[in-house]
């Protein structure tokens, strides 16, 4: 199956920077998909940025500016560049891979979330 690792979060002050970045592993043939979703105390988990195997991306508006998500293929590792960091930022964010598998069968795999935190 996949196993999806996030890491690099952690605290900062607001205007800071972190780079988390994902790796996913495991018999995997294709990743058409791979993005970044954050979940705050109290609310829903939302989609922050997502990429393509092509390298189309997408943004929140809450984000647009501030935070970059790029892709390696080799080894199916997925960054995202955060900027300009907000205390709105806050949240556990979990890494998302979706594609398929050396045995054709699609996956969609979720990571076990990494901490940031934005404070003073």
């Known amino acids: 199956q996949v196993q999806v690792v996030e890491s690099g979060g952690g605290l900062v002050q607001p205007g800071g920077s972190l780079r988390l970045s994902c790796a996913a592993s495991g018999s995997i043939f294709s990743m058409s998909l791979m993005g970044w979703y954050r979940q705050a105390p109290g609310k829903q988990r939302e989609l922050v940025a997502r990429?393509?195997?092509?390298?189309?991306?997408y943004y929140a508006d809450s984000v647009k500016g501030r935070f970059t998500i790029s892709r390696d293929n080799a080894p199916n590792t997925v960054y995202l560049q955060m900027n300009s960091l907000k205390p709105e930022d806050t949240a556990v964010y979990f890494c998302?891979?979706?594609?398929?598998?050396?045995?054709?069968?699609?996956?969609?795999?979720w990571g076990q979330g990494t901490q940031v935190t934005v404070s003073s």
């Open positions: 990429i393509t195997s092509g390298g189309r991306t």
């Open positions: 998302n891979v979706y594609g398929v598998l050396t045995s054709t069968r699609n996956f969609d795999s």
